[in-house]
């Protein structure tokens, strides 16, 4: 097992990585200073793993909340469906709330206890690629609104990660690659010796080789430590962990959540954001040409979906984050691994990559 530390004073935290770490008692009760403990999971996950993760919790009181599946559930509805599960349980404010599951399972039992009696601890059990290398880690939380993506949450803390990278055998392929869009971002806005690894070893990683797999995690994990500790409030560096998210949220709220996998749409996006690099004059032809590649060879989509109009595209990005007084910012590629902070674009730029990648 490896074990890295996401540095944030007081509030630091472990993020666990390795085989069968479901299995292991310790590293979960370790991070269990109460007696009520509240475990959020969904359908799809629990029949798989909510057992192995109860067995370990026989001297506390646990309650459960299985949520329905979907990045169309990201909702407030769901999440007040932890907070009735926790004032029914009369659970407390020392209580420990575990999220078992992918992004959207983390990201809401995230907000849920940041605002449960104002913030009770939290355990992040990551169960998809793309929870493994991102979400978990970092204390972004919250659920979507149907006019914008992730724009309604908060930054709080885990207290610690634990990925075992075993129940990665159960996701299927198009969640497996959605998983490997973010892992490619790591290497484009800030490693090009990871992102050359990715170009050499993106097969052996669609094989699901264990070792090479667990190489990407942690590399990814480190990546995102690092960024977090810098800058947890993203005030700066770690707005770069966004490239290709304007535009991949875009697709994702215009095309209705779930329509596009998260990591689909990042996908996309990050090709609409190489392509506008390049008309800005920082990346050359050929390295766009090599991150599509890439893209396409993780059996990822990279065309925009036909039915968003440039027009339609730029009102969706409209509402973004990292939008300073109404205006849109995105993130750029100097080069493949060093990415720029937000930059506003003028409306030509951005019109003529909405209206020519892909099309
Ligand atoms: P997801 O949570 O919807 O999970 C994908 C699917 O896989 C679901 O159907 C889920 O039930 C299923 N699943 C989960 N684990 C499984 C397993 N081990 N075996 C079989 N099936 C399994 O999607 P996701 O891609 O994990 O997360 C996407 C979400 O994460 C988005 O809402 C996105 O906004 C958010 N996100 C947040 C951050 C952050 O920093 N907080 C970063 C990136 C993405
Ligand atoms: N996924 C973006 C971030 O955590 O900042």
Redesign the pocket.
């Known amino acids: 097992m490896k074990t890295l530390t996401v540095a944030l004073d007081e509030r630091s935290y472990p993020i666990y990585i390795g085989a069968d770490l479901l299995s292991q008692a310790d590293l979960l009760t370790r991070h269990i200073q109460s007696k009520q403990v509240i475990i959020v999971t969904?359908?799809?996950?629990a029949p798989?793993?909510l057992q192995n993760v109860l067995a370990h919790l026989s001297a506390y009181h646990v309650e459960s909340v299985i949520l329905p599946?979907?990045?169309q559930f990201?909702t407030f509805d769901s999440v007040n469906l932890i907070f009735d599960k926790l004032l029914a349980s009369k659970f407390s404010r020392n209580s420990t709330l575990i999220a078992l599951?992918?992004?959207?399972?983390?990201?809401m039992g995230?907000f849920a206890a940041a605002c449960y009696q104002r913030g009770i601890a939290f355990i992040q059990i990551?169960?998809?690629?793309?929870?493994q290398v991102?979400?978990?880690?970092?204390?972004?939380?919250?659920v979507?609104h149907l006019l914008g993506?992730?724009m309604i949450?908060a930054f709080y803390q885990p207290q610690a990660v634990i990925i075992d990278v075993d129940?990665?055998?159960?996701?299927?392929d198009r969640?497996f690659a959605?998983?490997l869009a973010?892992v490619i971002k790591y290497g484009l806005i800030r490693d090009l010796e990871f992102f050359v690894w990715l170009e050499e070893n993106i097969d052996v990683l669609l094989a699901r080789d264990k070792t090479a797999l667990t190489y990407a995690i942690e590399q990814s994990c480190r990546m995102k430590a690092e960024v977090v500790a810098e800058d947890e409030h993203e005030g700066g560096i770690r707005a770069t962990?966004n490239l290709g998210h304007t535009f991949g949220?875009a697709i994702?709220t215009g095309m209705g959540?779930?329509t596009y996998?998260?990591?689909e749409a990042?996908a996309i996006g990050t090709c609409l954001a190489a392509d506008l690099s390049q008309r800005k004059g920082f990346l050359n032809a050929a390295d766009v040409v090599r991150i599509i590649h890439l893209f396409e060879r993780a059996n990822l989509p990279i065309k925009s979906p036909t039915e968003l109009t440039a027009e339609r595209f730029i009102d969706l990005m409209a509402v973004d984050k990292k939008n300073v007084d109404g205006a849109i910012r995105v993130i750029l590629l100097e080069a493949i691994g060093k990415a720029t902070l937000p930059m506003l674009v003028d409306n030509l730029s951005l019109m003529q990559t909405l209206q020519h990648y892909g099309r």
């Open positions: 969904n359908e799809t996950v798989l793993y599946d979907g990045e990201k599951g992918g992004g959207v399972i983390g990201d995230g990551p169960t998809t690629l793309l929870a991102d979400s978990s880690v970092g204390g972004k939380t919250g979507n993506k992730n949450g129940v990665l055998d159960t996701l299927d969640q959605a998983g973010e962990l949220h994702e959540y779930g996998l998260h990591g990042v």
